[in-house]
C-alpha cells in the first residue's frame, strides 16, 4: 500500500533563530519513498541536512524574523501489514549484547531506571523472559496511564509518569523503556507517523506518535504501548534514547508554534477502466 504523509508548522520568532529540525524520514526508511519528503520554507531559507549519530535525518536552519511556514507532503511504499509479532524472539544477556546496543540499556533524560529499579525487579522478574517480559511491560503501561491531550506536559519523566498515571503517547513509550532498560533489555524511544488505517471511524485529529523498539535475539522489534496492539503503517522518523534525541524542532532562541498539522492516509489507488 501507499501512504501520502505530511506536516504543517509555521514558528513565530522575535529574531532570526537557529534551529534543528528532526523531520525527515528516517534513513532506513528512505528506500521506500514514492514521493520524496522534501522540507518547504515560506519565505525560502537555507537549509543545511546532516545525520546523527542514530542515523536520523535532521536539518538546521535559521529561522528569520516573523512568521516562518514550514511543509512536506510525500508518498511511501508501506507493506500495509500489521506490526510483526515474534512470541519465540529471546532476550539476549548483558555480556552478549551488541556494542551499538549498550547505550539502550543506561538511564537517560527522561527515563530515570535508578528511580524505577526495584519496581520493575518485583513485578517483571518471573521466569518469563524474550518478547513475553516485554509485552508485560507494556501491558501494564497501557493499563497504567490514563490517556489524554490535555494531560501533555514536555518534561514529564518516566518516573513522573508512573506516579501521576496519567500522559500521552510520549509517556507511555517513556515508562515502556525505562522499565525495559531496568530489565536489562536495549530499549530505544521512535517517533513517527502513524494513521488510523485498518481502524474503524471516527478518528482522532493526527499527530506526530511515539513508540519504542526492544533488541531481542538479533534485532529490533517494535512494541507500541500506547496502542498496545499490532498497526498498520508506522512511518520512522528518528530514534534516540529518549524524547530529548528526537525534538521535532529545537530552538536555540524565542520562537511560538502557531500551526501544527499532520496528516497520515492510505492512497486509494483507481479502480481501473474497463
Not at 528516517?26 to 525560502?44: E, G, I, N, T, Y
Not at 555480556?95 to 529499579?117: H, I, M, Q
Not at 534514547?241 to 501544527?260: M, Q
Request: charged share 25%; net charge negative; with cysteine.
Amino acid at each position: 500500500m501507499k501512504i501520502r504523509f505530511g506536516y504543517e508548522l509555521v514558528f513565530d520568532c522575535p529574531k532570526p533563530t537557529p534551529m534543528i529540525l528532526s523531520l525527515h524520514v528516517h534513513s532506513s526508511r528512505v528506500k521506500d519513498l514514492v514521493v520524496p519528503d522534501l522540507m518547504v520554507a515560506d519565505p525560502p531559507i537555507p537549509i543545511d541536512d546532516y545525520y546523527d549519530i542514530y542515523g536520523n535525518h535532521c536539518s538546521r536552519i535559521i529561522a528569520p524574523k516573523g512568521p516562518l511556514h514550514l511543509s512536506t507532503d510525500a508518498v511511501i511504499e508501506d507493506t500495509g501489514l500489521s506490526t510483526p509479532v515474534n512470541h519465540e524472539a529471546q532476550q539476549i544477556a548483558v555480556e552478549k549484547l551488541p556494542d551499538k546496543t549498550l547505550l539502550f540499556l543506561l538511564g537517560s533524560r527522561y527515563c530515570e531506571t535508578d528511580s524505577l529499579v526495584d519496581f520493575a525487579w518485583q513485578r517483571f522478574s518471573n521466569n518469563v523472559t524474550g518478547w513475553s517480559r516485554v509485552q508485560a511491560i507494556c501491558d501494564y503501561v497501557h493499563q497504567h496511564i490514563e490517556f489524554g491531550y490535555h494531560h501533555a506536559r514536555n518534561t514529564r519523566t518516566a518516573w513522573e509518569v508512573f506516579q501521576e498515571k496519567k500522559g500521552v503517547c510520549r509517556d507511555y513509550a517513556h515508562l515502556a523503556i525505562a522499565l525495559c532498560r531496568c530489565m536489562n533489555i536495549p530499549a530505544r524511544y521512535c517517533t513517527g507517523y502513524l494513521g488510523d488505517m485498518g481502524l474503524p471511524p471516527p478518528y482522532e485529529e493526527m499527530d506526530f506518535a511515539a513508540w519504542i523498539e526492544v533488541y531481542l535475539d538479533d534485532r529490533w522489534y517494535l512494541f507500541d504501548p500506547r496502542n498496545n496492539a499490532p498497526r498498520i503503517g508506522h512511518i520512522l522518523i528518528a530514534c534516540g534514547r529518549d524524547a530529548a534525541d528526537v525534538a521535532i524542532s529545537t530552538a536555540f532562541g524565542s520562537n511560538t508554534l502557531t500551526r501544527f498539522k499532520v496528516h497520515t492516509d492510505e492512497v486509494r489507488e483507481a479502480a481501473p477502466v474497463r
